[in-house]
């Protein structure tokens, strides 16, 4: 197969990124800026999202061209996230990369973002490809699948109300340790006892066979709302300081169950034992450790290392060179949808 050269864009949150990828893995530049200004706010506030990535954008590609020593004429394809994620985020790069790909003559490739989450492992790892039962936890998103080739998505089971990510960034602010939650609850749990207080394991019943329709899927408001009740009821006694790391250790044990037990329910039905694992909160070293376990001796977990399981352009380039090789390239009336459902993607196979 002939490499080609794609230069990959993220702006669908707040991470402006960008990327030069020479097919198949050769990462020649990759530039991350992250937007701290959201932790004041307790989360991403939408509109200084999008003004920030106006403002770094320009830069983020320059360097990340200047890294990769790449001429403007080598660049075969501008891959783009055109969704799902803030609608005025994914509009800044959706535009840029439009403008730029014009510019060069160059086709354009409108990436799916949770797409590329699926195929960042791949770019460590080039084990890290389907079949695989693929668990994806972001900020937005939680989706159980099986994944029988590139392309092809077979949803088992997703959230019914907040992402795992979401999960974890509600519980954090309750306990006051800000924005993004995932990684302080996750150094908080070191320090405290996860079987101190019994939260619920939502939609995660013994009695459950795969014909019912919460074999699958997630809730976690429910265990945010538990969370919510211990830290108001200790808060009342005055004892919530001291109590945290407990709560904090209780609450990530709770959810990583749920994740685990239902991935390993798609690992038994699919007998497929290579499972992948991808999206932000796959940084998470508890989850790894305990689906690593739960795979031991026949399995194996796939998942990339911090820098690519969080927000990147690097994925992006990824994915939208799986799509510029099926030959699907962007209409000039291209534009950014939050809702982009992900393509490929039918009903659950019972
Ligand atoms: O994929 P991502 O970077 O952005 C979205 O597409 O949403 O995921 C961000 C999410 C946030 O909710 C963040 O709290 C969570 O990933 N996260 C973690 C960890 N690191 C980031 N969750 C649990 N443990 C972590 N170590
Ligand atoms: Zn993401």
């Known amino acids: 197969m002939e490499s080609s050269v794609i230069l990959g864009i993220e702006t669908s949150c707040d991470e402006t990124s960008a990327a030069v990828l020479e097919t198949p893995y050769w990462l020649r530049g990759h530039v991350v800026s992250s937007q701290d200004e959201h932790s004041l706010y307790g989360g991403v506030v939408p509109e200084i999202a999008a003004r920030a990535h106006l403002k770094l954008i320009d830069k983020v590609v320059r360097k990340t061209l200047d890294d990769a020593g790449c001429q403007l004429g080598e660049i075969d394809a501008v891959a783009v996230t055109a969704g799902p994620g803030l609608i005025a985020a994914l509009l800044v790069g959706v535009s840029w990369a439009k403008g730029f790909a ?6 354009l490739i409108p990436v799916h973002h949770m797409e590329g989450h699926l195929f960042a492992p791949s770019l460590e790892n080039n084990e890290a490809r389907p079949p695989f039962v693929a668990l994806l936890v972001s900020g937005g998103h939680t989706l159980l699948m099986y994944v029988p080739k590139w392309g092809e998505y077979e949803l088992l089971g997703q959230t019914r109300d ?3 990510g979401e999960a974890f960034d509600k519980v954090s602010k309750l306990l006051g340790l800000g924005y993004p939650g995932g990684p302080v609850i996750e150094e908080r749990s070191h320090q405290g006892l996860d079987d101190r207080y019994r939260f619920p394991r939502p939609m995660l019943r013994t009695d459950q066979n795969r014909h019912d329709s ?4 997630f809730s976690f408001s429910g265990l945010k709302t538990a969370v919510a009740r211990k830290v108001e009821e200790l808060k009342g006694r005055g004892t919530l300081e001291e109590s945290v790391s407990d709560i904090a250790a209780s609450f990530q044990s709770a959810a990583v169950e749920v994740l ?3 991935t390993m329910r798609a690992v038994k039905e699919k007998a497929c034992s290579r499972v992948l694992l991808g999206g932000g909160v796959s940084a998470n070293s508890r989850l790894k450790k305990d689906l690593t376990e739960e795979l031991f001796p026949d399995g194996v977990l796939y998942y990339s290392s911090p820098r690519l399981s969080a927000d990147n352009a690097a994925m992006i380039a990824c994915a939208g060179a799986f799509r510029f090789q099926q030959g699907e390239t962007a209409r000039s009336d291209l534009s950014a949808d ?3 459902p992900l393509p ?4 659950p196979q019972r």
Do not use: E, S
């Open 102 to 107: 014009f510019g060069l003559g160059k086709p």
């Open 162 to 164: 907040d992402a795992a």
């Open 214 to 217: 919460g074999y699958y899927d």
């Open 260 to 262: 685990c037990k239902k």
């Open 338 to 340: 939050p809702n982009l």
């Open 344 to 347: 490929g993607l039918r009903g």
